[in-house]
Protein backbone atom coordinates (compact mmCIF):
# COMPACT_ATOMS: atom_id res chain seq x y z
CA UNK A 1 0.00 0.00 0.00
CA UNK A 2 1.50 3.72 -1.05
CA UNK A 3 1.31 6.43 1.49
CA UNK A 4 -0.99 7.88 -0.63
CA UNK A 5 -3.58 5.58 -0.27
CA UNK A 6 -2.25 5.34 3.46
CA UNK A 7 -3.35 8.85 3.76
CA UNK A 8 -6.90 8.65 2.20
CA UNK A 9 -7.74 5.32 4.15
CA UNK A 10 -6.95 7.12 7.28
CA UNK A 11 -9.71 9.39 8.70
CA UNK A 12 -8.87 12.91 9.16
CA UNK A 13 -7.30 13.82 12.76
CA UNK A 14 -4.52 15.98 13.87
CA UNK A 15 -1.68 16.00 12.37
CA UNK A 16 0.40 13.51 14.67
CA UNK A 17 -1.88 11.07 14.64
CA UNK A 18 -1.71 10.82 10.53
CA UNK A 19 1.86 10.08 10.53
CA UNK A 20 2.23 7.49 12.40
CA UNK A 21 -0.14 5.02 10.40
CA UNK A 22 2.44 6.58 7.27
CA UNK A 23 5.47 5.54 9.10
CA UNK A 24 4.14 2.22 10.21
CA UNK A 25 2.49 1.39 6.65
CA UNK A 26 5.88 1.86 5.47
CA UNK A 27 8.01 -0.13 7.62
CA UNK A 28 10.16 2.16 9.03
CA UNK A 29 11.56 3.35 12.15
CA UNK A 30 12.74 6.09 14.31
CA UNK A 31 17.00 6.34 14.21
CA UNK A 32 18.45 8.26 17.56
CA UNK A 33 20.71 10.63 15.90
CA UNK A 34 24.80 9.93 16.18
CA UNK A 35 25.76 10.99 19.51
CA UNK A 36 29.70 11.41 18.60
CA UNK A 37 31.41 11.98 15.29
CA UNK A 38 34.70 10.21 14.43
CA UNK A 39 37.24 13.09 15.03
CA UNK A 40 39.41 14.63 12.30
CA UNK A 41 42.70 15.31 13.69
CA UNK A 42 44.08 11.79 14.12
CA UNK A 43 43.42 11.14 10.66
CA UNK A 44 44.91 14.40 9.58
CA UNK A 45 47.91 13.51 11.59
CA UNK A 46 48.22 10.65 10.34
CA UNK A 47 48.09 12.02 6.59
CA UNK A 48 50.70 14.27 7.31
CA UNK A 49 52.64 12.23 9.00
CA UNK A 50 52.78 9.61 5.87
CA UNK A 51 53.15 12.26 3.46
CA UNK A 52 56.48 14.00 5.71
CA UNK A 53 57.84 10.58 5.66
CA UNK A 54 57.96 10.19 1.91
CA UNK A 55 59.16 13.64 1.27
CA UNK A 56 62.13 12.97 3.79
CA UNK A 57 62.33 9.48 2.07
CA UNK A 58 62.37 11.82 -1.10
CA UNK A 59 64.69 14.01 -0.01
CA UNK A 60 67.54 11.42 1.30
CA UNK A 61 67.12 9.04 -1.64
CA UNK A 62 67.46 12.18 -4.11
CA UNK A 63 70.98 13.03 -1.86
CA UNK A 64 72.40 9.44 -1.98
CA UNK A 65 72.17 8.98 -5.79
CA UNK A 66 73.30 12.38 -6.54
CA UNK A 67 76.11 11.46 -4.43
CA UNK A 68 76.32 8.06 -6.04
CA UNK A 69 76.65 9.66 -9.49
CA UNK A 70 79.67 12.07 -8.98
CA UNK A 71 81.08 8.84 -7.14
CA UNK A 72 80.40 6.92 -10.73
CA UNK A 73 81.74 9.98 -12.62
CA UNK A 74 84.93 9.73 -10.80
CA UNK A 75 85.55 6.20 -11.37
CA UNK A 76 84.38 6.87 -14.99
CA UNK A 77 87.39 9.28 -15.01
CA UNK A 78 89.91 6.62 -12.96
CA UNK A 79 88.80 3.96 -15.71
CA UNK A 80 89.81 6.35 -18.90
CA UNK A 81 92.91 7.11 -17.00
CA UNK A 82 94.41 3.87 -16.57
CA UNK A 83 92.76 2.89 -19.76
CA UNK A 84 95.40 5.24 -21.15
CA UNK A 85 98.00 3.84 -19.01
CA UNK A 86 97.61 0.37 -20.16
CA UNK A 87 97.56 1.03 -23.78
CA UNK A 88 100.93 3.15 -23.37
CA UNK A 89 102.58 0.00 -21.27
CA UNK A 90 101.17 -2.16 -23.85
CA UNK A 91 102.85 -0.10 -26.69
CA UNK A 92 105.98 0.02 -25.06
CA UNK A 93 106.10 -3.82 -24.48
CA UNK A 94 105.95 -3.98 -28.06
CA UNK A 95 108.43 -1.91 -28.86
CA UNK A 96 110.72 -3.63 -26.09
CA UNK A 97 109.98 -7.04 -27.85
CA UNK A 98 110.54 -6.04 -31.30
CA UNK A 99 113.33 -8.13 -32.56
CA UNK A 100 115.50 -5.04 -33.59
CA UNK A 101 115.12 -4.03 -29.99
CA UNK A 102 116.43 -7.42 -28.73
CA UNK A 103 119.11 -7.25 -31.33
CA UNK A 104 120.53 -4.43 -30.38
CA UNK A 105 120.23 -4.64 -26.12
CA UNK A 106 121.93 -7.78 -27.02
CA UNK A 107 124.87 -6.60 -28.86
CA UNK A 108 124.80 -4.08 -25.79
CA UNK A 109 125.59 -6.22 -23.71
CA UNK A 110 128.48 -8.25 -25.61
CA UNK A 111 126.54 -10.94 -27.19
CA UNK A 112 127.45 -12.28 -30.61
CA UNK A 113 125.35 -13.17 -33.26
CA UNK A 114 126.35 -16.27 -34.95
CA UNK A 115 126.72 -16.75 -38.30
CA UNK A 116 126.92 -20.79 -38.95
CA UNK A 117 124.21 -21.67 -36.88
CA UNK A 118 123.72 -25.36 -36.27
CA UNK A 119 119.82 -27.65 -35.22
CA UNK A 120 118.89 -30.00 -33.46
CA UNK A 121 116.54 -32.58 -34.29
CA UNK A 122 114.26 -33.49 -31.52
CA UNK A 123 112.85 -37.01 -32.52
CA UNK A 124 116.67 -38.60 -32.53
CA UNK A 125 119.10 -35.98 -30.92
CA UNK A 126 121.15 -35.37 -34.02
CA UNK A 127 122.97 -32.55 -34.37
CA UNK A 128 122.60 -30.21 -38.04
CA UNK A 129 125.02 -27.96 -39.23
CA UNK A 130 128.76 -27.55 -38.17
CA UNK A 131 128.52 -25.62 -35.15
CA UNK A 132 131.36 -22.95 -34.37
CA UNK A 133 131.32 -20.31 -32.03
CA UNK A 134 130.99 -17.11 -33.02
CA UNK A 135 133.98 -14.64 -32.87
CA UNK A 136 133.89 -11.14 -31.14
CA UNK A 137 133.55 -8.31 -33.83
CA UNK A 138 133.35 -10.74 -36.60
CA UNK A 139 130.07 -10.31 -38.01
CA UNK A 140 127.33 -7.72 -37.32
CA UNK A 141 128.46 -4.72 -35.21
CA UNK A 142 125.73 -2.53 -35.52
CA UNK A 143 121.17 -3.12 -36.10
CA UNK A 144 119.45 -0.31 -37.62
CA UNK A 145 116.25 -0.42 -37.34
Avoid at 31 to 57: D, E, M
Avoid at 88 to 117: F, T, Y
Wanted: aromatic content about 2%; glycine content about 6%; charged content about 20%.
Amino acid sequence: MSPQVARAAVPNRTPASRQLPDVKAAGLRLVRPVRSRARKAPFVVVVLTLLSAGLVGLIIMSTVLQGQSFEVERLNRQAAELQTQQQALARDVGRLQSPAHVAREAIAIGMVPNVNPAFLRLSDGKVLGKPEPALPGSNIRRVTR
